[in-house]
T-cell receptor
Framework: QQPVQSPQAVILREGEDAVINCSSSKALYSVHWYRQKHGEAPVFLMILLKGGEQKGHEKISASFNEKKQQSSLYLTASQLSYSGTYFCGTELTGGTSYGKLTFGQGTILTVHP | DAGITQSPRYKITETGRQVTLMCHQTWSHSYMFWYRQDLGHGLRLIYYSAAADITDKGEVPDGYVVSRSKTENFPLTLESATRSQTSVYFC?????????????FGQGTRLTVV
């Protein structure tokens, strides 16, 4: 079952902030964030485990709210290089979901000068 | 070269034909995945594999067949291609201990069914 991402698209000016949300109707074990540039393969950003963890590097960070089965990706002081499609991937809790990595529909982020 | 490679990069086939997309990784990752990417649908999981000879269905497996006789290869076969299977297909691989590690994606195969 695909996680649901919101918003579907975001348009920013350089230096502005953005938040991308990812939610699941089922219990999550881990959340994975990837970014895909046009015409390229998705590239890994970070993984979060259940437990309300928050991770980040530089100006991109993420949180995981286990109670709500949601994760949010935070992009601060956006740069032109942040443009692309962001995907959250989820692995559910439970034996039959072990190792099954499903992705959301993606959020298109466009950063203008 | 180390990495994950898909072949062919581009393929045009006719409706009803069988076509196989190849995926090869050199890391000996245990897990491999096949996704299709269509506008508005994101990445949808077709099949995945936890190890050689262990495969399982994803969200959209109908019309596809996979096999994994060797750890490094995970071919995807469309038994009788349909126009609805026109898409970009991505293969990915990763390892999993107590948590799944970073997944590496191939460069994708753009398949057109006419």
């Amino acid at each position: 079952q695909q996680p649901v991402q919101s918003p579907q698209a975001v348009i920013l000016r350089e230096g502005e902030d953005a938040v991308i949300n990812c939610s699941s109707s089922k219990a999550l074990y881990s959340v994975h964030w990837y970014r895909q540039k046009h015409g390229e393969a998705p590239v890994f950003l970070m993984i979060l485990l259940k437990g309300g963890e928050q991770k980040g590097h530089e100006k991109i960070s993420a949180s995981f709210n286990e109670k709500k089965q949601q994760s949010s990706l935070y992009l601060t002081a956006s740069q032109l290089s942040y443009s692309g499609t962001y995907f959250c991937g989820t692995e559910l809790t439970g034996g039959t979901s072990y190792g099954k990595l499903t992705f959301g529909q993606g959020t298109i982020l466009t950063v203008h000068p | 070269d180390a990495g994950i490679t898909q072949s062919p990069r581009y393929k045009i086939t006719e409706t009803g034909r069988q076509v196989t997309l190849m995926c090869h990784q050199t890391w000996s990752h245990s897990y491999m995945f096949w996704y299709r990417q269509d506008l508005g649908h994101g990445l949808r999981l077709i099949y995945y594999s936890a190890a050689a000879d262990i495969t399982d269905k994803g969200e959209v497996p109908d019309g596809y067949v996979v096999s994994r006789s060797k750890t490094e290869n995970f071919p995807l076969t469309l038994e009788s291609a349909t126009r609805s299977q026109t898409s970009v297909y991505f293969c990915a691989s990763t390892d999993r201990g107590w948590i799944m590690t970073e997944a590496f994606f191939g460069q994708g195969t753009r398949l057109t069914v006419v």
